[in-house]
T-cell receptor
């Protein structure tokens, strides 16, 4: 079945450091890809998305590019802030039908001042 | 409204008691999904609806879990005879159309079974 694999955490960075969280997927077709963020005690918020190959999703300084050749959707940010501390989930959704999101296991990011 | 509203925020039940969770999807969204998030952050898909019809229930434990989305009522997820391992945060999400553009999540109901 379809699946998402993302790097194990936790990831601890100093403020202003560069962030990469790796995500790869396995799917039978061509899914849409997402990054969701969960701040402590809150629900999931959509951070960014890409619906086809070579699309780049971006929001709040975060970016991810849909790479079909490597089946990847790595999340990057050039300079993290303490307020970025959260759990980040990579997910895919097939484009046809009422299909559920398939999530990775989440990566906890802690940014220290 | 413009948010997925889940109630209650917290629910505590003794083992064997019933738990009922509610979800009001965003107005105009026809698709509703329930997920269970257990301790290690993993999200497990439970069930999805298209309007009041069950679309995919492959993730639902057959014996004690049930869910409904009736017209003009919040959707509900019910657990009969709760067990300790049902302790989790249950998230509801909705979407307008099945085109792969993602889901809008509610803030979840934390169920603690003691």
């Amino acid at each position: 079945g379809d699946s998402v694999t993302q790097m194990e955490g936790p990831v601890t960075l100093s403020e202003e450091a560069f962030l990469t969280i790796n995500c790869t997927y396995t799917a039978t077709g061509y899914p849409s890809l997402f990054w969701y963020v969960q701040y402590p005690g809150e629900g999931l918020q959509l951070l960014l998305k890409a619906t086809k190959a070579d699309d780049k999703g971006s929001n709040k300084g975060f970016e991810a590019t849909y790479r079909k050749e490597t089946t990847s959707f790595h999340l990057e940010k050039g300079s993290v802030q303490v307020s970025d501390s959260a759990v980040y989930f990579c997910a895919l959704q097939m484009n046809s039908g009422n299909t559920p999101l398939v999530f990775g296991k989440g990566t906890r990011l802690s940014v220290i001042a | 409204g413009e948010e997925v509203a889940q109630t209650p925020k917290h629910l505590v039940r003794g083992e064997g008691q019933k738990a009922k969770l509610y979800c009001a999807p965003i107005k105009g969204h026809s698709y509703v999904f329930w997920y269970q998030q257990v301790l290690k952050n993993e999200f497990k898909f439970l069930i999805s609806f298209q309007n009041e019809n069950v679309f995919d229930e492959t993730g639902m434990p057959k014996e004690r879990f049930s869910a409904k989305c009736l017209p003009n009522s919040p959707c509900s997820l019910e657990i009969q005879a709760t067990k300790l391992e049902d302790s989790a945060v249950y998230f509801c999400a909705s979407s307008q159309k099945p085109d792969g553009t993602g889901l809008t999540f509610g803030s979840g109901t934390r169920l603690t079974v003691v």
